[in-house]
């Protein structure tokens, strides 16, 4: 068959992505022949599984190994392997383009590293680090089971050539035409068999498949989360989480841990240090590794790992597991189900346990994700809520826990009061708090969007009740005011305001502020709502509760308006007036802002 040669361009973000990689100042440029490895070890665990999986794949499996080539004269380097191999359409699919969602944000942060090219490795783009240290690229791969191969090649410059390969044989092999060694850039002699043993041992020793160069096999192949913790340094946890998070960087925490019993397995998890671009990307691959006896069984193992912890990257072991297990067997197993529950608890006990500057980090990375635990995990709701972390009106920077509220809370709080909202800011100017400022209680300050959510369905805390400041009534030590002089306006204002409120009371909760809008104790909140109606879910309308101030002399003064004239045709207009600047005082949104700005500059005009 005639070889159908074409030449074509980069995606766009992947030519820019390239040129990064190219001219990377990244000192260490070693960690190219890391991520080749760790694809070659990804290609070899997806054969083994797929030759498990369908019995019409005809592969050899007796010798898979990866091999490094060196040519000195030439100054080549080939990683081959003789994995799963690709088809051409997967080289254009994965190779040619950024298959990826998330990349324009990927290419921000890279491009706003500057200096700090570090970065790149948050992304796990480690074909592409072959750029950092070779002039041009050649990968020759055949997908196991088919019988043409292709051959795929670039200099990085924004085209490649992809053609057949007849004879290319099982797997993927990448040839480095690589760059002069220049020691001022780190730049090492890559085609010197001692830099890549060297280098092989230090980041790859721990790779369950034969890596060999000139018949020798270079690394120990030793299952790290096997050894006694004792037995492993931090700079070996530190390699192999950089192995199965694709990542760059140190982890925060490692959790090490074995199980004997019933049930045995062994675990090696890693809390990140920096959270993933696509940490809240709905398709984004989550889970642990997941082995049985040392083999290679699942990448991505769901069940492991509930979607809140979705950023814990690690391996686990079983010893009892068939090793021909699906997706949807292990969402059902009963083992690893048990497994889940301990895993669960060890990483929500090293978080209790992490020292406040660890934590902090953890908490600004990863909180908001963290939070969604209470609405999925109601067996560790009360661990979770112990491990939150919240702005508050008692300190302008300081995060408190609900632990440390509850103990410095004034005698006579009997709850513990919140408030949601888009921003610091706009809770702190809301007219919401003023009585909770006055009578000196603490209120925390809500701002994610998932606040609105969870504080819907937790109702306490050590059995302490919740209480928005925002939602039904408040008690704050003294009765609540009677309508008294103002029953009649209350009324009044009821029947005008009706298409917008079901109900115009007195407030005990202003001081300063002439109105704010509340919600009953069990109604949405105005956020809430709006999430639920974007999400198509059908909501009856919400009517909400329009508190005065009797004290404020805009009241009062409409009090006595409506007393002296009832028929006033200017008083309508100004209970409206009131309700719309109660609606921004909270940080609301007017139902029709224009027809507010003509009954506002009309009744400015007439005051001059």
């Known amino acids: 068959m005639a070889r159908v040669t074409e030449t074509l361009e980069f995606q766009a973000e992947t030519r820019q992505l390239m040129q990064l990689m190219i001219h990377s100042i990244y000192s ?102 072959s750029f950092m240290v070779a002039d041009q690229v050649t990968l020759v791969t055949r997908k196991a089971g088919e019988t043409t191969g292709t051959r795929w090649q670039s200099t990085g410059e924004g085209t490649y050539t992809i053609d057949d390969e007849a004879d290319a044989p099982q797997g993927t092999a990448v040839t480095l035409a690589l760059k002069p060694a220049d020691p001022d850039d780190q730049l090492h002699d890559y085609s010197d068999p001692a830099v890549l043993t060297s280098i092989v041992k230090k980041y790859s020793d721990f790779i369950a498949w034969p890596i060999r160069l000139d018949g020798e096999t270079l690394n120990s192949m030793k299952a790290l989360w ?163 972390s919240f702005s508050s009106t008692a300190d302008s920077t300081a995060l408190t826990t609900l632990r440390e509220y509850v103990e410095r809370r004034p005698e006579g709080q009997t709850e513990i009061y919140y408030l949601t909202g888009d921003s610091r800011a706009t809770i702190e100017n809301s007219p919401h708090l003023e009585a909770f400022r006055a009578k000196g209680y603490e209120v925390l300050i809500l701002t994610d969007p998932i606040d609105e959510v969870w504080t819907d369905q937790v109702t306490e805390y050590d059995g302490i009740p919740l209480k928005s400041v925002a939602k039904g009534a408040v008690d704050l030590g003294s009765a609540p005011p009677e309508p008294g002089a103002f029953g009649t306006l209350l009324s009044w204002m009821t029947e005008t305001l009706s298409e917008s409120v079901k109900e115009v009371r007195l ?40 508190e ?58 007439k005051t001059l």
Request: aromatic share 8%; proline share 5%; net charge negative.
């Open 507 to 546: 407030s005990s909760r202003l001081v300063s502020s002439p109105a704010c809008v509340v919600g009953d104790a069990d109604d949405l909140t105005p956020t809430l709502e709006k999430m639920y109606r974007a999400m198509g879910q059908p909501l009856p309308p919400i009517k909400r509760i329009l």
């Open 548 to 605: 005065l101030n009797p004290e404020h002399p805009l009241v009062v003064g409409l009090r006595d308006a409506y007393a002296r004239a009832a028929d006033d045709p200017a008083l309508p207009d100004t209970a409206e007036l009131l309700y719309g600047m109660a609606l921004l005082a909270e940080g609301g949104d007017l139902t029709d802002p224009a027809r507010f700005s003509r009954l506002l500059a009309d009744r400015l005009a």
């Open 226 to 388: 096997a050894r006694p913790r004792s037995e492993v340094t931090e700079a070996e946890y530190h390699e192999f989480y950089k192995h199965v998070a694709h990542d760059w960087t140190d982890p925060l925490e490692v959790v090490h841990m074995k199980a004997e019993g019933a049930f045995e397995y062994e675990a090696l998890l890693f809390l990140p240090a920096r959270a993933p671009f696509d940490l809240y990307t709905r398709d984004a691959a989550r889970g642990v590794q997941l082995y049985v006896k040392r083999v290679f069984i699942m990448a991505d193992c769901e069940a492991l790992i509930p979607q809140y912890l979705r950023f814990v990257k690690g391996v686990v072991d079983a010893a009892d597991l068939s090793l021909n297990v699906s997706r949807e067997i292990l969402q059902q197993d009963r083992q690893i189900q048990a497994v889940r529950r301990r895993l669960v608890k060890k990483v929500l006990g090293t978080l209790r346990e992490l020292p406040p500057e660890k934590y902090q980090t953890f908490w600004t990375e990863f909180g908001r994700a963290f939070k969604e635990g209470l609405l999925e995990d109601s067996a560790n709701q009360e661990a979770i809520l112990d491990l939150l």
């Open 28 to 129: 260490n440029k070693d960690i190219f022949l890391r991520e080749l490895i760790s694809n070659g070890s990804d290609a070899l665990d997806k054969l083994r599984i797929e030759s498990l999986t369908d019995s019409d794949l005809d592969v050899d499996r007796s010798d898979l190994h990866l091999e490094l080539a060196v040519d000195r004269e030439a100054r080549t380097l080939t990683v081959r392997d003789n994995g799963i191999g690709m088809t051409r359409d997967e080289v254009v699919s994965l190779i040619g383009t950024i298959a990826k969602s998330g990349t324009a944000e990927m290419l921000r942060q890279l491009r706003e590293a500057d200096q700090n090219a570090a970065l790149i490795g948050q992304f796990g783009v480690g074909f592409y680090s």
